[in-house]
């Protein structure tokens, strides 16, 4: 299933508070954006959202720092 880039936008400005302030560019660990409890409902509404499994190896900035590298980590996961 492929991981709407526009939804998790959404939910990431829910989780963060950031609003309207986040685009799918934004930094958003290592900017301070989101903190580790963060990153844990995310990688729970990433693996609901696109039906994949992360494991704790996949956790780094290069796959979760930015809506927009979320998406493209899920969707060649679930590809």
């Known amino acids: 299933?492929?991981?709407?880039?526009?939804?998790l936008l959404e939910n990431v400005r829910r989780i963060s508070g950031l609003?309207?302030?986040t685009s799918a560019d934004t930094l958003?660990?290592?900017?301070?954006?989101?903190?580790?409890?963060?990153?844990l409902s995310?990688?729970?509404?990433?693996e609901q959202m696109a039906g994949i499994q992360i494991n704790a190896e996949d956790v780094t900035l290069d796959?979760?720092?930015s809506v927009a590298r979320i998406a493209r980590f899920a969707n060649a996961r679930a590809a």
Request: a negative charge; glycine letters at 10%.
């Open 1 to 7: 299933m492929m991981l709407d880039q526009a939804a």
């Open 19 to 21: 609003n309207g302030e």
């Open 28 to 39: 958003l660990f290592s900017s301070g954006a989101l903190d580790s409890l963060a990153m």
């Open 42 to 46: 995310l990688i729970g509404l990433v």
């Open 63 to 65: 796959n979760f720092d």
